[in-house]
């Protein structure tokens, strides 16, 4: 039995009625260019192989990599095993448009959706295990207490639905905290309002930098006290006020006046 190895945030899904829902939400299709991120022991992936023709997955632990080479000698045409680390992996190396799935180690999950956010040309949809807290602040509101720099810097370029919650129990070992299903389905390229990317990241960076003070204070080094009136935000609201088009439109302006 492979022992759950903590530096690789590894708690492996047991539950088989949820198995079947997180399979049901993704409805996986034969032709599908699918890659599981960490297949751990395969709940996932064995499922996923009864309805694809083929299936890459990414796995960092030795151990698991050895026994799916044991029961999926390489080459193999059904699973296609990349060794590595999924934050180094290059997504364009696989056939595009491009289906994600897994279930993400916790302690690297946002390094790895702003890693998977820069292929999203390429990507059809994402289907992920996250802690729960995560999810609640990927697809958050303005105005609300989990809206935050994750929510405004993966909602620009992603819609995003929170499917299911999933228990501790549900694993092995169980996690001390509640985890949930996201999809995450890429917006078409006319939908992003955001022009100057790396523009836009130090914006909001700044924003929310310091959460408690007002926009007059964090976005001083972009907007002064004239610029705010003209774009029609008010500089006594927080970072949590405004919505990602709001974001766009502040950084299309200091783009402007450049």
Do not use: W
Request: net charge neutral.
């Amino acid at each position: 039995m492979h022992k759950a190895k903590k530096k690789f945030g590894q708690n492996f899904l047991v539950d088989e009625n949820i198995i079947a829902d997180i399979v049901s939400a993704i409805n996986p299709q034969f032709g599908d260019n699918m890659v599981e991120i960490g297949p751990g022991l395969g709940a996932l992936t064995r499922p996923l192989l009864k309805r694809l023709k083929c299936l890459h997955v990414v796995e960092i632990d030795r151990d698991i990599i050895e026994r799916l080479e044991s029961d999926y000698p390489q080459p193999n045409e059904k699973l296609v095993i990349h060794a590595g680390d999924a934050l180094k992996f290059d997504l364009a190396t696989l056939p595009s448009p491009l289906r994600i799935a897994g279930n993400l180690p916790y302690n690297i999950s946002s390094p790895l959706l702003f890693h998977f956010a820069d292929h999203a040309d390429r990507i059809a949809d994402m289907h992920f295990m996250l802690q729960n807290e995560v999810v609640e602040r990927m697809v958050a509101e303005p105005s609300t207490p989990a809206y935050g720099r994750l929510s405004v810097m993966l909602q620009y370029r992603f819609y995003m639905e929170k499917l299911l919650d999933v228990p501790p129990e549900s694993f092995r070992p169980a996690p001390k905290v509640n985890s949930a299903i996201v999809r995450m389905i890429p917006l078409p390229a006319d939908r992003i309002e955001v022009k100057n990317e790396a523009l836009f990241a130090r914006i909001v960076g700044a924003a929310f930098g310091h959460r408690r003070k007002t926009l007059r204070n964090t976005l001083r080094e972009f907007l002064g006290e004239n610029e705010f009136a003209e774009l029609g935000i008010n500089p006594q609201l927080r970072a949590e006020n405004l919505s990602v088009s709001e974001f766009a439109k502040v950084t299309s302006h200091v783009d402007a006046g450049k």
